[in-house]
């Protein structure tokens, strides 16, 4: 199996691949089917937003996914029974919306990490600008410690 990381934007041209929304929300237009267990959803009273610093993200989105655990199992071997060659998971960041920054900042980054550790076999596409991520630092310390 693959799966695509990417844009809204980007996932229009893909028209022929099941496409999923990890965002909070879809722009107007699009009615993906959603997966909550990957939303990065408001946590201890606070929107996680890209105001965190890239190490505090990531440490509230890991505990996002760890909390969604079963369910982010479920969905996978889901796709694994229906034989999904290829799927993508999709959000908001794309380069153009984040003009301002030279690494792209988006949780579906963080996804792509977080599954490939639970089933190393799945193949992934970091599209739209997530091959530059500002989270490349903190997971080169992480591989040090494994």
Not at 61 to 88: H, S
Not at 92 to 100: E, F, G, L, T
Not at 120 to 143: S, T
């Amino acid at each position: 199996m693959k799966i695509l990381l990417t844009s809204f934007q980007h996932s229009k041209i893909l028209t022929t691949i099941s496409r999923f929304s990890v965002a909070r929300w879809q722009p107007k237009g699009f009615s993906y089917p959603k997966l909550y267990c990957f939303s990065p959803r408001v946590t201890g009273g606070m929107d996680l937003t890209t105001e965190f610093s890239p190490k505090d993200y990531k440490t509230f989105y890991d505990e996002i996914l760890e909390d969604n655990r079963n369910e982010i199992k479920e969905f996978m071997m889901e796709q694994f029974e229906l034989a999904t060659p290829i799927l993508a998971l999709c959000c908001w960041c794309n380069s153009s919306r984040q003009k301002d920054r030279e690494h792209l900042y988006c949780h579906t980054i963080l996804i792509g990490h977080y599954i490939k550790k639970q089933f190393p076999y799945v193949e992934f596409n970091y599209c739209d600008g997530r091959d530059k991520d500002w989270f490349a630092d903190i997971f080169l310390g992480e591989e040090d410690n494994e």
